[in-house]
């Protein structure tokens, strides 16, 4: 693998945290610079720099470009939706104008490849909710979805008018055991793994019917790193790919867990305003289009999901 020094913005993250550390295995310690606005709370000022980074400061981010003159940049800071309807002027601020700054001064210096997520908040009520297409109506009900869907166009309009190698995926919920969920509606589908090792037991946000499409941070991460290492001449999409793990509801996810923890409970709040958020988005996502162009297929399915998760955190109790 040749020599590239690589910036990760936002590295402290539920996704910057694992991707930070497999990057390092592939491109060296000394070359993935780990950005963010809080010390890591993980191995990053171990095994490799870290730079305190606010991405609403451009002089300061620019000053990161000039000093490490990165080749690849991946921009993974961001407000998620359940936070951003708290803040929302906060989110879009956040959302849109990091972008922009980290657009331009990627092509200012040349650099090679950006990576920026988006997220199945770009789809809405109006959207197909089952096997939902790369190309649909989107009508997102959030500051979150909107942000993301105006930055997927912003990503296509820099590549289309300035070349820019920007590639994105929307995520769809992520579970992992390494970093803490970041605010987001499908955080449930982490927290109910730490209260049912150490509570026995759950209070879940959302209702117990409520399918969303979800995917293991292992197969995220993975992800991210084949559409990076994909060949440009194979991407046929600018704004963003869909992909698609496991889709689930809480239930299905609580069966699965009392699998390996009999006496385990759950149950069910009323009326919190993160359901109206998960019931606008799709049960199920169609990602036909990343097949074919990359490859793409995940690994996990719920069973081995769940067991991966219980193996890891039972560990740290």
């Known amino acids: 693998m040749p020599q590239e020094n690589i910036l990760v913005f936002g590295a402290n993250g539920q996704i910057g945290t694992e991707l930070v550390e497999q990057l390092r295995v592939i491109y060296g310690g000394n ?20 730079e305190f980074a606010n991405v609403l400061d451009r002089q300061h981010l620019e000053d990161l470009f000039i000093k490490y003159k990165p080749q690849q940049v991946y921009h993974l800071a961001a407000l998620l939706s359940a936070i951003g309807e708290q803040k929302p002027k906060q989110a879009w601020e956040l959302n849109i104008n990091s972008l922009l700054h980290i657009l331009d001064l990627a092509v200012q210096y040349k650099v090679e490849k950006l990576f920026w997520p988006s997220s199945i908040a770009v789809f809405g009520p109006h959207s197909p909710q089952y096997h939902t297409p790369q190309l649909c109506i ?21 590549f289309s008018k300035y070349g820019l190698d920007v590639r994105s995926i929307r995520y ?9 969920p970041g605010g987001g509606t499908t955080d449930y589908a982490v927290h109910i793994f730490h209260d049912a090792i150490s509570k026995g037991n ?15 941070m292992q197969d995220a991460i993975r992800a991210t790193i084949m559409l990076m290492d994909a ?87």
């Open 172 to 180: 769809p919920g992520l579970m992992g055991w390494k970093a803490d």
């Open 31 to 50: 070359n993935v610079i780990a950005c963010d606005i809080k010390e890591p709370h993980f191995e990053h000022r171990e095994d490799g720099p870290f």
């Open 202 to 216: 759950y209070e879940c946000f959302l209702s117990a019917e409520t399918e969303i499409p979800m995917m293991y």
């Open 138 to 158: 989107m009508d997102p009900t959030t500051v979150y979805g909107i942000s993301k869907l105006a930055g997927e166009h912003w990503c296509e309009y820099y």
């Open 231 to 317: 060949p440009m001449q194979n991407l046929s999409t600018r704004s963003s790919y869909n992909i698609a793990g496991y889709s689930f509801t809480p239930a299905m996810l609580a069966a699965e867990i009392k699998k390996h923890i009999p006496d385990f409970e759950i149950s069910y709040l009323n009326n919190d305003p993160r359901q109206a958020i998960a019931d606008s988005w799709p049960k199920s996502i169609d990602d036909s289009v990343a097949q074919k162009d990359w490859g793409w297929q995940a690994q996990f399915d719920l069973t081995a999901i769940t067991k991966d998760m219980l193996k890891h955190l039972k560990k740290e109790v």
